[in-house]
């Protein structure tokens, strides 16, 4: 399995995730004062069960994190990641 590589594009609004230099997938991104949304997912098929979804959650979690920001989860992966991973629970705006 290759290694997914995750960028943050800020000028298209989204996270990265690349394969070999290929476009892989990328996670969406609204952000406002203290808080980032992420509302859409996309995993292309041919890159499907190689984790490229959840490197995207991880290293977009984890800068939000580092940021101290706030996170709503409004895609229902990312939601569903935050459930399986309690660890970042925390960052889930009530």
């Known amino acids: 399995m290759s290694d997914v590589q995750v960028t943050?594009?800020?000028q298209a609004g989204r996270y990265e995730a690349h394969i070999d230099g290929e476009l892989a997938g990328f996670a969406e991104y609204e952000r406002s004062e203290g808080v980032v949304e992420f509302p859409h997912t996309v995993t292309e098929p041919e890159f499907g069960g190689r984790?490229?979804?959840s490197a995207l959650a991880r290293t977009s979690l984890d800068e939000a994190r580092a940021e101290g920001l706030q996170v709503i989860p409004s895609c229902s992966f990312y939601a569903g990641w935050i459930s399986k991973h309690p660890e970042y629970a925390d960052l889930v705006r009530s």
């Open 8 to 10: 943050k594009n800020e």
């Open 51 to 53: 984790g490229v979804a």
